[in-house]
């Protein structure tokens, strides 16, 4: 299985838009992909229990067929730092646990959504990237390409490659098409980054560089 862990920028960036791109494009393409929001805050009481809506997405764009508490094993209520949402929830959220459960699914391609940006902690001595690594996930940063982005792109890379791990790519989400100095702002990405994987647009979908 290719596993892939989604980060973002910063809350806000796209990454669920990003990551339900991916898996629809990668199922339309006939491989069967798996779709996980581990850990979710910001979460609606249903009669189902609690929901997150990016967890829907996620699971509607995946092949693989998960039960929701699969799919986000963690739904927490409040929409705060899930690890601050958790300590109030009094549930502790076991990055090995996690991992373990997201080992069951048979799929050829993984798709895991963390929560918020690279260096929120999930617990007092946890953080994101501990479960990038416990389920051995190449990251992919998604990049909100707004003013402020080159910046939070560039302490986001450093950041996963300080952390020790493989950074296999960006994609672009071009949040508001009519940014000042648009194209510029991609070419100095490029530079500093490397070549992107794709970018995101709301009108044309996913497109492959």
Request: charged share 20%; proline share 5%; hydrophobic share 45%.
């Amino acid at each position: 299985m290719n596993s892939y862990f989604v980060t973002g920028t910063d809350t806000g960036c796209g990454k669920t838009t990003v990551t339900a791109a991916l898996a629809r494009h990668l199922v339309a393409r006939g491989r069967s992909v798996v779709c996980y929001k581990p850990v979710a805050s910001g979460c609606e009481t249903t009669p189902e229990g609690l929901r997150n809506d990016d967890a829907l997405k996620l699971q509607a764009a995946a092949s693989v067929v998960l039960d929701y508490e699969q799919v986000n094993p963690v739904a927490l209520e409040p929409a705060i730092a899930p690890h601050i949402a958790a300590e109030r929830a009094g549930v502790v959220i076991d990055i090995t646990r996690l991992a373990e459960a997201m080992q069951a699914a048979a799929a050829e391609v993984r798709l895991v959504e963390g929560a918020g940006g690279w260096m929120v902690p999930l617990g007092s001595d946890t953080t994101t990237a501990d479960l990038a690594r416990a389920i051995e996930a190449r990251v992919i940063l998604v990049v909100g390409v707004r003013l402020g982005c080159i910046n939070h792109a560039q302490l986001s890379a450093r950041a996963i490659h300080a952390d020790g791990l493989p950074l296999h790519g960006w994609i672009a989400n071009v949040m508001d098409p009519s940014m000042p100095a648009l194209a510029e702002n991609l070419e100095t990405l490029e530079r500093l980054l490397g070549p992107r994987l794709a970018r995101y647009d709301s009108d044309e979908g996913l497109s492959w560089s």
